[in-house]
C-alpha cells in the first residue's frame, strides 16, 4: 500500500522461484486499487481483504510460467488505454540492469497492489518489488519533508553561526541561560541534520533503517526535553531574579527526566508500528506526554506571574519589560498551537474523503516551524550584549521591597558567595531628632552618678566665686 505521484513505476519485478519438482506451472496475475480518499488507506488496515471503498481497480492478465529451482520470473509490462503524459518517466532499471518496468501509474492517489500467485503443486516464492516516482522512492505523502528538513538544516545552521559569533564577542559576560540556548541550537541541528540524512536515503535507496529512525527521534526528544528545561528555568527567573534555583532544581531535573522517558517511548511506538496502527498503542502513549505537557505549560505561566509580580515590585524596569516581550511570546505560541489543532482536526480528521492528503506533512512541519519562531524570540530577547549584566542577578540592586523578601534575599546572596550570614541583622537608621550635645549631656547622666559630679564642682570653683558663695549662704541665714 502505498500514495503516489503522478508517472510512478511498479517495476523491477523478479520472482525467485523454488519447487520439489521442475517446471512447475504457475499463473501469477496483478491487481492495482486506486483511491483519491485517505480514509480508505486508513480502513485497509482492518479488514484482511484489501479493499477501497472509493476504488477503481485494474487487474493485469493472467501470465502462465514455469518455475524452476532457482529460476527468475520477469514478467512483462501492461499497458492500458490512456491519454498520453507529457511528464518525464523515472529512468528504472533492474537488478540485469534493463528496464523492469511492470506498471506506468500516471495519476495521483492511494494504491494497494495485491500480487496472487497459484500452483497445483508446492513451491516457494521470494517477490521483490520496486516503486519510484520522478523523484525517488518517497511516497507522496512524506516527499515533502525531504526539502523541509533540508531547509530547516540550513535555518539551525544560520542559528548556530550567529550564536556563536556574538556569544565569541561578549565571551566575557555570558549568562548562565545563554549556554542553555546554544545547547537547544546544538540539538536542533543535529536533529534536522539527522532527519533529512534519513529521507535522503529512503528517497535514493527505497530503503528505511529503522535504527536510524529511531535514533533521529531520540535526539529529537533530547531537543524537545532541553527546551522545556529552558522555558521553565527562564520563568522561574534563574539567573536573572535568583542565582539558584534550590529546590526547585530537583522538581526542574524530575520533570525533565519524565518528559525525556515518555517521549523516548513515543517516538518508539511510532517508528515501529504504521501510521494509522489499529491497536492505538500510539494513542495510548501520547496521552500521558500530552497531560505532561499541559502541566509544564501551566507551571511555566504561573512562575512567570510569580516573576513579574516580584520584578514590579522592586521596580527593576529593564527585567520587567524582557519577561513582558517573553510572556507575550509564549501567549501566541500556545493560541497558534491550539488554533492550528482544531483546523487539523477539522479539515484532517473529521472529513469523510480527505482528498487533500498530500497536505498531510504539514501537521509534523508545523511544530518544528513554531518551535523554531519561538527559540528565535529567545535568542533575540537573551542575546548577548555589551550591557549584558543588566539582566544578570545583582544582589545590592534586586533587594526585594518587603522584609521576608530581604531576608531569602540574604540567603540567596549567602549562597552565591559561600559566606555564611548570621542570623541578625542590624536595623536600619532611624533619622536623628537631637544634636551632638543633647546626646553627650543624657549619656553624661546615665553614666556618671550625681554625687560624684556634686562633690567634684567645688573643686572646680574659682576663689572669687567661693567668696560669693559664702556671702549667699550668709545672706540666706
Known sequence: MFSTHETTLISNFPIT?????????????????????WEDFESTYELQVPYFVNASSIKSPTYNEKCNNGGHIILEEYFIKEPESKLPKPKTKGSNG?????????????????????????????VHIEMEGTYGFLSAVDFPLLPFYGIMCLVYVVFGVIWLTVSFMQWRDLLRIQFWIGGVILLGMLEKAMFYAEYQSINSNGVSVQGAVLV??????????????????????????????GPMLHRVVGTGTLYFVLACVESYLRVMHTKNDPSNKILVASIPLAVLD???????FTSLVQTTRTLRLRRNMVKLALYRHFTNTLIFAVIASVIFMLFSIKTHRLAKCLMNWKELWQDEAFWHVLFSLLLSVIMILWRPTNNNQRYAFTPLLDNPEDEDEEDEEEQFVSDAYGVKMRGTRSSSPKPRTTTNDEDDLRWVEENIPTAIVDAALPVLDSDEEILNTKFEVSKMQ
Open 294 to 300: 499541559s502541566a509544564i505549560c501551566w507551571w511555566i
Open 216 to 245: 533521529a527521534e531520540w535526539v529529537s526528544s533530547a531537543k524537545r526535553t532541553l527546551a522545556r528545561m529552558l522555558v521553565i528555568i527562564v520563568s522561574l527567573g534563574f539567573g536573572i531574579v535568583k542565582p539558584r534555583l
Open 98 to 126: 534493463k528496464d523492469d518496468t511492470v506498471f506506468t501509474i500516471t495519476k495521483d492517489g492511494v494504491y494497494y497492489f495485491v500480487l496472487t500467485i497459484q500452483s497445483q503443486n508446492d513451491f516457494n516464492a521470494s
Open 17 to 37: 522461484c523454488d519447487s520439489s519438482k521442475s517446471d512447475t506451472n504457475v499463473s501469477l496475475t496483478w491487481t492495482l486499487q486506486q483511491t483519491q480518499c
